[in-house]
């Protein structure tokens, strides 16, 4: 049973391009959360997707969007990409179905802004 | 808002030693506590997990008691080995589904 798993497992990209990272979630799982981990910090919380909808979505500027499929995978989508958007993105997925609901992580998305 | 607090790191110890890294937390109600451990180049592994007041989660030797009335959840190991060098984050978690509010994580490092 395949976990989490994410892609690009790398990527560079320069000021004011637009980026996507994309999540599969566990087998089984219907809920995606994503994370931002600065160097040295803890994970911030971005957004959740269930049901093709976001759910709750913590305190990131609508540069940062994203998107769930029928398949239960997402994608998140930023834009504008500021210096201080580097960082390891991560992905979490959970199942609604169970009583205390944990997430799983992926492996993450390293993305480096220059 | 919600917050968890971490000792600062890097903690460095000698294989056997006693490890505790504290964490303390502020969130109104009656939060779910957790410690995820990170490897290098890895992910987050879900380490232990405490649901309610004065739940002890434990798991690969690593314990932590869930305590409302000093609003802590402290990890321990009476016997770290150099296998266990990684980042610890302690997280709360509001209610089931809800998003994971995580420290800003403390590195251990043990000596063989």
Same mark, same amino acid.
């Given at each position: %049973?395949?976990? &989490?798993?994410?892609?690009?497992?790398?990527? =560079?990209?320069?000021?004011?391009?637009? &980026?996507?990272?994309?999540?599969?979630?566990?087998?089984?799982? %219907?809920? &995606?959360?994503?994370?931002?981990?600065?160097?040295?910090?803890?994970?911030?919380? =971005?957004?959740?997707?269930?049901?093709? $909808?976001?759910?709750?979505?913590?305190?990131?500027? %609508?540069?940062?969007?994203?998107?769930?499929?029928?398949?239960? *995978?997402? $994608?998140?989508?930023?834009?504008?990409?500021?210096?201080? %958007?580097?960082?390891?993105?991560?992905?979490?997925? *959970? *199942? *609604?179905?169970?009583?205390?609901?944990?997430?799983?992580?992926?492996?993450?998305?390293?993305?480096? &802004?220059? | 808002?919600? !917050? @968890?607090?971490?000792?600062?790191?890097? @903690?460095?110890?000698?294989?056997?030693?006693?490890?505790?890294?504290?964490? #303390?937390? #502020?969130? #109104?109600?009656?939060?779910?506590?957790?410690?995820? @451990?990170?490897?290098? +180049?890895?992910?987050?592994?879900?380490?232990?997990? /405490?649901?309610?007041?004065?739940?002890?989660?434990?798991?690969?030797?690593?314990?932590?008691?869930?305590?409302?009335?000093?609003? !802590?959840?402290?990890?321990?190991?009476?016997?770290?080995?150099?296998?266990? !060098? /990684?980042?610890?984050?302690?997280?709360?978690?509001?209610?089931? +589904?809800?998003?994971?509010?995580? +420290?800003? +994580?403390?590195?251990?490092?043990?000596?063989?």
């Amino acid at each position: %049973d395949a976990g &989490v798993t994410q892609s690009p497992t790398h990527l =560079i990209k320069t000021r004011g391009q637009q &980026v996507t990272l994309r999540c599969s979630p566990k087998s089984g799982h %219907d809920t &995606v959360s994503w994370y931002q981990q600065a160097l040295g910090q803890g994970p911030q919380f =971005i957004f959740q997707y269930y049901e093709e $909808e976001e759910r709750q979505r913590g305190n990131f500027p %609508d540069r940062f969007s994203g998107h769930q499929f029928p398949n239960y *995978s997402s $994608e998140l989508n930023v834009n504008a990409l500021l210096l201080g %958007d580097s960082a390891l993105y991560l992905c979490a997925s *959970s *199942s *609604s179905g169970q009583l205390y609901n944990e997430q799983f992580f992926g492996p993450g998305t390293r993305l480096t &802004v220059l | 808002g919600d !917050s @968890v607090t971490q000792m600062e790191g890097p @903690v460095t110890l000698s294989e056997e030693a006693f490890l505790t890294i504290n964490c #303390t937390y #502020t969130a #109104t109600g009656y939060p779910s506590l957790f410690w995820y @451990v990170q490897y290098p +180049g890895e992910g987050l592994q879900l380490l232990l997990k /405490a649901t309610k007041a004065d739940d002890k989660g434990s798991n690969k030797g690593f314990e932590a008691t869930y305590r409302k009335e000093t609003t !802590s959840f402290h990890l321990e190991k009476g016997s770290v080995q150099v296998s266990d !060098s /990684a980042v610890y984050f302690c997280a709360l978690r509001k209610s089931s +589904g809800d998003k994971l509010t995580f +420290g800003t +994580g403390t590195r251990l490092a043990v000596r063989p």
